[in-house]
């Protein structure tokens, strides 16, 4: 879970995330950094806890002339964790993976996957920039659980070789193997924008597409460009979604608002000759609150579109 969210929480530029008995920082702020000390021990001393990792590793902390730190600012422990998120268990890297480790903001949007999944009983499934697999394993076990995994398949695309790893391996902790086995999981490690236009020539489609890339607008100043990129995967995949499936597609650019998310979004749609229903507005969990000062702190946007 998330224990401090930035701006939202009074700590500008301070990110921690709980990963069991293990703590994990960004210090990103000079100021964050002048009282790196302080607030480490304040920490502890809240949490109980022990171990405390840095991940003072984003390229935001250029901006204010501050040098990448990573490594253990108080106790020592494994680097690799295994946590449970709902009901699977993923393993996260605090020192190589994305953030401080792992997306602990689409938690919920993750479970709401798999609901709809056992609900509307998704036959083929989509995993566009899967990272190390959360909407994958939560869709295949909640599937499993609910008996209606049979005659199911999911693909999950990535760049990341390293990622794909252990997305399979968290499949083994979840006791489901046997999908990568029998091919109901597959993995592909490729470009996803090529991927999708490659699945448009096969003839390829699916009953639910999800698209979480990374950020393409880390501000204001790349909307422009970002937008272009956001329009052209949701165009793409609007032509590979079956009529009646259902689309799953995120920003988490700082510099694209909602409006202009459900914009772009709509403009690929038009774009791919689809019309569609907006069924919900997804958001980060619970834990990554929003101020009415720093409206800003609402980076993650989701719409879930089914097409007509």
């Known amino acids: 879970m998330r224990l401090v969210h930035g701006e939202a929480d009074g700590l500008p530029g301070v990110i921690v995330d709980r990963y069991g008995d293990t703590l994990v920082a960004q210090f990103l702020s000079a100021g964050a950094e002048k009282y790196k000390s302080q607030i480490t021990q304040a920490l502890l001393k809240a949490t109980g806890l022990t171990k405390l990792y840095e991940r003072s590793d984003a390229s935001s902390r250029t901006l204010e002339g501050l040098p990448a730190t990573t490594g253990w600012l108080a106790g020592q422990g494994e680097e690799e964790v295994t946590i449970r998120e709902h009901d699977w268990r993923l393993q996260v890297s605090i020192s190589e993976g994305h953030k401080t480790g792992f997306y ?3 938690r919920d949007n993750r479970l709401r996957f798999a609901q709809d999944a056992v609900r509307l009983k998704f036959r083929r499934m989509l995993n566009c920039y899967c990272y190390t697999g959360g909407f994958t394993v939560a869709a295949l076990v ?4 609910a008996g209606v995994l049979e005659g199911a398949s999911i693909t999950s695309v990535d760049s990341s070789g390293s990622a794909l790893e252990r997305a399979k391996q968290n499949l083994a ?3 489901l193997q046997d999908c990568i086995d029998s091919g109901a ?8 924008n090529a991927t999708l236009r ?3 020539a096969e003839g390829r489609t699916f009953d639910a597409i999800i698209l979480d890339p990374p950020k393409f607008a880390p501000s204001a100043a790349h909307a422009e460009r970002a ?3 956001y329009k052209d995967i949701n ?3 609007f032509k590979l979604l079956e009529p009646g499936g259902l689309l799953y597609t995120f920003s988490c650019s700082g ?3 909602g409006e202009l998310f459900h914009k772009i979004v709509a403009g690929a749609a038009m774009d791919a000759q689809a019309d569609g229903y907006l069924v919900s507005h997804l958001h980060a969990a619970s834990d990554h609150p929003i101020t009415m000062r720093f409206p800003e702190g609402e980076y993650l946007k989701g719409l879930v579109v089914m097409k007509k």
């Open 104 to 106: 602990l903001d689409q």
């Open 142 to 145: 909640r599937m499993q659980a």
């Open 173 to 175: 902790i979840n006791s």
């Open 185 to 192: 999981a597959d993995f592909l490690d490729a470009d996803v």
């Open 198 to 200: 490659r699945f448009i």
């Open 227 to 229: 937008a272009r990129a």
């Open 235 to 237: 165009r793409l995949a």
């Open 255 to 257: 510099g694209i608002g």
